[in-house]
């Protein structure tokens, strides 16, 4: 089957780093994504990893290691806009079909 | 605003009926993807279209149905609704492959359809 872990909640202080987890288990691998989601809104976009290694982008990079099926998303200088749902998500697909499969999210709380 | 419209923005029906969702993708994306979240669960993907061909399916229901138009505009049909059924239902789109490195692996989100089955 497909799955994706993540922890269910992370919980810290303004100006701190954070550090958001992600395992999957996918029939096919195109790529790791990061999405943020707030309190009633829709998803957006914050980094894709295809390749091993770090990707920055701001405040926010993600890494991405395939022999370990793992990812994580990492918050420095936490703000309180900061508090949302963060998915990953794999593409388990070709550029044919783009079956996107997403973790069950993590809920970040940031404390003043 | 990511550019990709949704209407309704809520629908409220009974169990038995049938509803149609629409989703208007961003200018010059060409791929259309459904998703379902429920109360505090994560987003399942449903279906993708990519210039009004089915590419991909993920947990679709047999009650559920979707078609993309030929001005790329998308509907998702979901019929016999039951209580369960109840949930955001998000459309998305990207742009099409080849229009930049790995530009088609991010997904612009409409702003969903709050579906409530009574």
């Known amino acids: 089957g497909q799955s994706l872990e993540q922890p269910s909640e992370v919980t810290a202080v303004e100006g701190a780093i954070v550090q958001i987890n992600c395992t999957y288990q996918?029939?096919?691998?195109?790529?790791l994504s990061w999405y943020q989601q707030h309190d009633g809104g829709a998803p957006t976009f914050l980094s894709y990893?295809?390749?091993?290694g770090l990707e920055e982008t701001g405040r926010f990079s993600s890494f991405l290691s395939r022999s370990d099926s793992y990812g994580y998303l990492l918050l420095q200088e936490l703000q309180m806009k900061d508090s949302a749902s963060y998915f990953c998500?794999?593409?388990?697909?070709?550029?044919?079909?783009?079956?996107?499969?997403f973790g069950p999210g993590t809920r970040l709380s940031v404390l003043p | 605003d990511s550019g990709v419209t949704q209407t309704p923005k809520h629908l409220i029906t009974a169990t038995g009926q049938r509803v149609t969702l629409r989703c208007s993708p961003r200018?010059?994306?060409?791929?259309v993807y459904w998703y379902q979240q429920s109360l505090d669960q994560g987003l399942q993907f449903l279906i993708q279209?990519?210039?009004?061909?089915?590419?991909a399916k993920g947990n679709i229901l047999e009650r559920f149905s979707a078609q993309q138009f030929p001005d790329l505009h998308s509907e998702l049909n979901l019929s016999s609704l039951e209580l369960g059924d109840s949930a955001l239902y998000f459309c998305?789109?990207?742009?099409?492959?080849?229009?930049?490195?790995?530009?088609?692996?991010?997904?612009?989100f409409g702003p969903g359809t709050r579906l409530t089955v009574l």
């Open positions: 998305a789109s990207s742009p099409p492959s080849g229009s930049g490195s790995g530009s088609y692996n991010e997904q612009f």
């Open positions: 996918t029939s096919g691998f195109y790529g």
């Open positions: 990893n295809a390749l091993d």
């Open positions: 998500a794999v593409r388990d697909g070709g550029n044919y079909g783009q079956n996107f499969v």
């Open positions: 200018s010059g994306d060409l791929s």
């Open positions: 279209y990519y210039n009004g061909e089915e590419r």
